[in-house]
Every structure is written in structure tokens, then in C-alpha cells.
């Protein structure tokens, strides 16, 4: 783990869980697994704040733990799911433009908590959903449910392990900690629950119901002692699916920008065909015949078979092998390339890293510095002098960005030397692009920023931090005092605790932190290009 | 052989490859070498391109914030307890509850977790303590209630561990019938707003050198 990676991990787990959490994490994650006496000596907490600590990571799935031969429980960190916690917003976003305001609800609610029982999590997002319905209005829990149930079915939630039956002898003394597994088949078998309700509000506005309402609330109370219906089935947000939805996404508009929004709408009905069928990771599609796409094609678009059938071709055709044909059964069967690797790399579509590579260099090192880079992606090998020729740069500007690109390390020279005993005068020195090298300095680089900007955004509230408790305290008094209907002037006479300057300064603070959140979720949109694409380079054999 | 790269380039760094093969020139000055770190604020040549806006970007800049709000309020936002007092004033008894060490705030399934991580699970109940004097509306033996006293003195202060775990259960279980007994009495204890008390603790450890009403 890098130190960028190390102390990105740390802000966010002090940011979202304080800083006893940040210590426990943090410790784990430098020294590694680590049984419980350890660690209370490690981070010199008391030992029930460890405990503590730990319950909350474990129930959020950033540490697991693991029984050792010799009977002590080891807790281990997971730095790169302590990472997604950045991603949050896009999951919950991207739930939202599935599934509407539910699907958003209910995977916030699951982000939220770590797992909940689906009795849980339903009864949770209906009573959301009640408090900003009208008056009189409530939401019913089989819409909430339905939306659940279809989450489930297109695998974007799936089920935690569960607690393995053991048969115990009375003997035997208890395990130290349960083992959890679950069967690949059961992940998304969602129980058959008829959970019954509508949301509740907060606060009954009607008085005579209050009564009612104490008296249904104990008792409901009393029923959520009992065990519910799904009683140790949990349900966790599925990461890897999201993960497969944004590349997916990627590649729709990286076809509808390369050709036409047509074949993204192919390629894209292509993809939904085969959702749940392609496992994570692998670099193909099953095939699908062109019957079976034409078919599922959406109803706004009315091409006709043999118009779909030449898109096909084309996207078969194109040197970037989007889509690869596998056969001709059924009028054709194609397949869908959903891996990212440098056999494609000639051009530089969307999902490719290389557009953040060449972006970077656009920004900091200006225009012709990327054309040399894309220059040397392309021919791969070039010398000093083919370089001055190629990209038209006269030599002592081209030198000047091949050396800073050197120190940088986006690029490298390669040795090919003429006679054995390596001369350096009989040598060609050839610069070349290393992709794999160049993803990760700039993936460390992402880290860096991100914690630079948290930092930065930390820093700004703190200098801020009197002013903003005063306006709070405002914005309190402005709200108790509009509830007890006082007069315009009065309400106008509070407003003016805040002085002009004052005021200025709390914009120029929320127009700041607001660039910065902002910066931070799209440095995480990089960060999920370039993890992809190492992690699916790694992969192949 | 490897005595043929000695000479060249007498009087400018010297280097172990031939260096024209990689442009620099005959002649050419070569940049000072670099004797320090580099600046932790380096001068920034290019602007950087401004964000993409639209409703994709402003949701999600929204949601972000959001999530942070909510988080903080979580019960799994671990603050640590309050420090002990040295001395206990009447005020504790109307204090809104504060975070408790040994006491956890929600309720995680135990069967999920390692045997080593349970401690006591707090009921949280608004405008409520934790620690109350016992009431006499339940009925409890002598030796029931010397030994709830001593235990509710020691809940403070004890660090809890497995072996104590089967009496707090027990007092668990008291507490539960007692607490929704008389949620609606006990929340009016008093006439007075409790979020308006205030002890003056926080101007200083002085406050109670004047303890003394003026004597006349």
C-alpha cells in the first residue's frame, strides 16, 4: 500500500466515522492483520473504544477477521474498499437513474448502515418517502418492496454471507467468531416476506391521533423486538456490479462517439442482454445471436433486421473490436469486448486511460507534449531525432518535454544495443510510452489529490469554524422565531447579527468547499478508469 | 573497452552513455542539478480546465455533502465518552446522555461478530440518563436492590467485559420494564427545558469557588 493510498484511507474513515475509527483503521492498515490485544496496545485506545471501533468497521465490510489455528481472531483492514467510500454519491446517483427515488433510497440506506434485513431497509426508505409526500399521503411498502426485489434481481444488492449452521456438541467450547459463507446461488434469492405497512412520519399533525399513535407505536415497538420475518438475511450493496454498469456506460458512449448513437443503442442493448450473464471479470459477452438483439432492441427504435445486422457487421469490423463475431448460428452470434487492454490501443477511445493520461499532460505540460505522447503511443519505439520529425517540434522544445515527461515518468528509454558488449556510443536509446507504469504514477497521483483536496476543504471549515457556529445559532434563533410567528422586522433585526462582510465571507466559503467536493468526485471518476484498467491488465494471462 | 568513454566531454558532466544520442549537443548547458526537494507549492503554468457542471454534477455534489451530514449523526460515528468527573453534581441527573466508552449505541448482530468484540448495548432514550436512581414503583428484594445500587454506581466507571455480561443482562432486563413504565412521566421530570440547562462548567474550573451565597 502506498503512503497516498494510506492517507487517503485515513481521511475518509475520520471523515465518515471519527477519529476512534480512523486510529483503529489506520493502524491495521499499516502494520496489517492484527488479533485484538494487539491493536488496543497499537493504538493506545481504551480497549471497549477498539471494540466499538471494530464492530462499526466490520458491519460496514471495510475489515474482516479471521480465526487462527491457534484460537486468537485476526482483523484485517481492506484498504480498497475503505476507498469506495469516495464513490458513494455515484452509487446512490446511478440507483436513481435506474430505479427511481427508492432504488435511490434504498442502496443510500444500505451504503448508509453497511447491511440491513430487507424488512429493515423497506420500512426505512418508506418512511422517507412519507416525510416529503404530501399531507395526508404515505408510501405503501409493496412499491418499496417491488423496487427492492428487482435490485436484487438484476444483482446490484446482493445477500451477505450467513452464519453456517454447526452442529455443536455440548463438549465443545463455542468458536471464538462464526464463520460466514454463503453459496454463489443463493446471492440474490430474495425471501419470501409479505411485509405488510405504509411509511410512517416523524410527527403525527393530527392531536386525537397522538394517542393512537403512542399506543401503535409501542406496540410496534414490541413487535420489532421479536424477530422479524428474515431474521439473520442480510442484504449488502453489491459494488462490482456498479463497477460493471459505469464500464458498460463507458463503452456506450465511447461507440456513440466514435460512430453513431444507433450502434451505442445496439451495443447498449447488447450489454443488457447479458447483465447477469457475464461474470465479473471476464473480457467477453456470451454470444448473442442478432435475432435475440433484434428482439430485444427498445421499442423507439424501429430499425429493420438487416439494418441491424450491418451495424453489426461494422461494429465487427472496426479495428477497435468493440464487438467480435463468435459465430453464425441464429443469423449471426456476436459478442461484446468488455475488457480494456492495449491490444486496442491504436486510437484512443473513451474508456481507455490513455485520455487521462494525455488529458494530464494537456493541462499541465501544454498541447505538444500530448502530441508527442500520443505520437509515441503510436509508433510505440522512437528515437530522439524521430521524434523532432514525427510530432514537427523543433528539436530543443521536443527534448525539453521528452525530459520532463522522463522525470515524470510517463515515458522511458528503452537500451537496444548494437554489439554485445553494449557500447554506449553503439546503442540506440529509443523513448517509449510504458502504459502500465504511466496508470499507476497517475492513479498514485489521483490518491495524492484527493487527499490533498480533503485536506484543503478540512482546512477551510476550521478557519471558518466561528463564523459558522454563529450563523448556525442564527439560522436557529430565525427558525424558532418563525414558528412562534414573530414580525418581519423583529426576524429582519436577527438576519443583521450577520454582518455584510460576514455574509460575504460564508459565500466565498461555500462556493469554495462546493469546487472542492466537486473536484473530489471527478478525480474519483479517473481514479475508477484507471483502477479498472490495471486491475483488468492484471488479469489476463 | 570501457576506458573509451572516459575523456569525452572533458569540463561538462559526464555521463556513463553517450549523451548525443539522446539530443543533448556538444556544448549544449545542461540544467543545474537539483539540490532540494521539490517546492510543496509549485508554480502552477497552465490553469486547470474548470469543472463539468450540470444536474449530473450538482446531484451528486449534493449527495455527497448530504452523506457526510447524515454520517456524522450515525451511531456509527464513534466519539469518545465523556471524561469522568471528580465530583458528581446534580446536574449530571438532568444532562442529555452523553457518549458512553463502554457502551455501544446501536444494536449489531452478535451472532455476526467475534465472541471478544460484545459489550453492552445502550438503549437510547431521548431526555433520558443512563444512570438513574431505582424506583420504588418495582418491587425488588433488599438484597436485589443493594445489589442494583452498587451495580448502577459501578456502570460508569467499570469497563465491561464478558464475565459481567450476565448481570448487566439482569439489569438490562429491570431497566427495560422501568423505562417503558414510565417513558411519559420521566421525560417531564421537570418544568424546565433541558437543553437550557446550563452547569457553567464550561467557563472554567472556578465556578465553584463562590459557593457561598453572600452571607448577610
Known amino acids: 500500500m502506498t503512503q497516498a493510498e494510506l492517507r487517503l484511507c485515513s481521511l475518509l474513515l475520520q471523515e465518515h466515522f471519527g477519529d476512534i475509527v480512523e486510529k483503529v483503521g489506520n493502524s491495521l492498515l499499516r502494520t496489517g492483520p492484527r488479533p485484538l490485544r494487539l491493536l488496543v496496545g497499537d493504538t493506545g485506545l481504551l480497549p471497549d473504544q477498539v471494540k466499538k471501533a471494530l464492530c462499526v468497521l466490520i458491519q460496514h465490510n471495510l475489515v474482516r477477521y479471521e480465526v487462527q489455528p491457534r484460537g486468537s481472531v485476526e482483523y484485517e483492514a481492506r484498504s480498497e474498499r475503505i476507498l469506495r467510500i469516495l464513490r458513494y454519491p455515484r452509487y446512490i446517483y446511478t440507483a436513481k437513474t435506474l430505479y427511481g427515488d427508492p432504488g435511490e433510497l434504498l442502496v443510500e440506506e444500505l451504503l448508509l448502515h453497511g447491511h440491513l434485513p430487507m424488512s429493515c431497509a423497506v420500512a426505512r426508505v418508506a418512511d422517507r418517502l412519507t416525510e416529503t409526500m404530501e399531507d395526508g399521503k404515505t408510501m405503501d411498502y409493496t412499491e418499496v418492496s417491488s423496487t427492492f426485489v428487482r435490485l436484487a434481481d438484476t444483482h446490484f444488492i446482493q445477500r451477505c454471507p450467513i452464519v453456517s449452521e454447526i452442529p455443536q456438541s455440548t463438549n465443545a467450547p463455542p468458536p471464538p467468531a462464526p464463520a460466514l459463507a454463503i453459496d ?358 | 573497452l570501457s576506458m573509451a568513454g572516459r575523456g569525452r566531454g572533458r569540463g561538462r558532466g559526464q555521463m556513463t552513455f553517450n549523451v548525443e544520442a539522446v539530443g543533448i549537443g556538444k556544448g549544449d548547458a545542461l540544467p543545474p542539478p537539483t539540490l532540494q526537494p521539490s517546492p510543496l507549492f509549485p508554480v502552477l503554468e497552465r490553469r486547470a480546465a474548470p469543472l463539468p457542471g450540470g444536474e449530473e454534477g450538482e446531484y451528486m455534489l449534493a449527495l455527497k455533502q448530504e452523506l457526510r451530514r447524515a454520517m456524522r449523526g450515525l451511531p456509527y460515528f464513534v466519539k469518545p465518552g465523556a471524561p469522568r468527573r471528580d465530583i458528581e453534581r446534580y446536574s449530571d441527573k438532568y444532562q442529555l446522555s452523553s457518549p458512553v466508552d463502554s457502551a455501544i449505541d446501536w444494536n449489531p448482530d452478535w451472532k455476526r461478530l467475534p465472541r471478544e468484540l460484545k459489550i453492552r448495548v445502550r438503549r437510547l432514550r431521548k431526555g433520558r440518563t443512563t444512570s438513574h436512581v431505582p424506583k420504588k414503583y418495582v418491587a425488588l428484594d433488599k438484597e436485589e436492590t443493594i445489589k442494583k445500587l452498587e451495580s448502577l454506581e459501578k456502570k460508569e466507571e467499570e469497563v465491561t467485559s464478558e464475565e459481567e455480561e450476565e448481570k448487566e443482562e439482569e439489569e438490562e432486563g429491570k431497566e427495560e420494564e422501568e423505562e417503558e413504565y414510565d417513558e411519559e412521566e420521566h421525560e417531564e421530570e421537570t418544568d424546565y427545558v433541558l437543553s437550557y440547562f446550563d452547569n457553567g462548567e464550561s467557563f472554567g474550573p472556578d465556578s465553584d469557588d463562590n459557593g457561598d451565597e453572600a452571607v448577610y
Request: with cysteine; net charge neutral; proline share 5%.
Open chain 1, 184 to 541: 454463489e446461488k443463493d446471492m440474490y434469492v430474495v425471501p419470501r416476506l409479505s411485509l405488510v405497512g405504509k411509511g410512517k412520519r416523524r410527527h403525527s399533525c393530527n392531536e386525537e391521533e397522538e394517542g393512537e399513535h403512542k399506543a401503535k407505536r409501542q406496540k410496534q415497538e414490541g413487535g420489532r423486538s421479536e424477530t422479524p420475518p428474515d431474521d439473520g438475511i442480510y442484504w449488502q450493496v453489491n459494488l462490482e456490479r456498479f463497477h460493471q454498469h459505469f464500464r458498460d456506460q463507458a463503452l456506450v458512449s465511447a461507440v456513440a462517439s466514435r460512430m453513431d448513437q444507433t450502434s451505442s443503442e445496439v451495443v447498449r442493448t447488447m450489454l443488457r442482454m447479458s447483465e447477469v450473464t457475464t461474470a465479473s471479470g471476464a473480457s467477453h459477452t456470451q454470444p448473442l445471436s442478432s435475432n435475440e438483439i433484434f428482439r430485444s432492441l427498445p421499442a423507439g427504435y424501429n430499425i429493420g433486421k438487416q439494418v441491424l445486422d450491418q451495424y453489426l457487421a461494422l461494429l465487427a469490423d472496426d479495428p477497435l473490436e468493440f464487438v467480435g463475431k463468435s459465430g453464425d448460428s441464429g443469423g449471426g452470434t456476436y459478442t461484446v469486448k468488455v475488457t480494456w487492454g492495449p491490444g486496442a490501443s491504436w486510437a484512443l477511445p473513451i474508456p481507455f486511460p490513455h485520455p487521462s493520461l494525455i488529458l494530464l499532460l494537456l493541462h499541465r505540460f501544454g498541447s505538444r507534449c500530448a502530441r508527442i505522447f500520443r505520437l509515441l503511443l503510436r509508433k510505440k519505439h522512437l528515437e530522439q531525432k524521430q521524434v523532432e520529425d514525427f510530432a514537427m517540434i523543433p528539436a530543443k522544445e521536443a527534448k525539453d518535454m521528452l525530459y520532463r515527461m522522463l522525470s515524470e515518468n510517463l515515458v522511458s528509454l528503452q537500451e537496444i544495443p548494437k554489439t554485445p558488449d553494449h557500447a554506449p556510443s553503439r546503442t540506440f536509446y529509443l523513448y517509449t510510452v510504458n502504459v502500465m507504469a504511466a496508470a499507476r504514477m497517475l492513479l498514485h497521483r489521483c490518491y495524492k489529490s484527493v487527499a490533498n483536496l480533503m485536506e484543503r476543504r478540512q482546512h477551510e471549515m476550521q478557519e471558518n469554524k466561528r463564523l459558522l457556529d454563529k450563523s448556525q445559532r442564527v439560522e436557529a434563533i430565525l427558525a424558532s422565531m418563525q414558528a412562534t410567528g414573530a414580525e418581519v422586522a423583529q426576524l429582519h433585526e436577527v438576519e443583521e447579527m450577520i454582518t455584510g462582510p460576514e455574509r460575504q465571507q460564508l459565500e466565498t466559503l461555500k462556493r469554495n468547499v462546493n469546487k472542492i467536493d466537486a473536484s473530489e468526485n471527478q478525480v474519483d471518476e479517473t481514479i475508477f478508469v484507471l483502477e479498472s484498467f490495471i486491475e483488468s491488465t492484471m488479469k489476463r494471462p
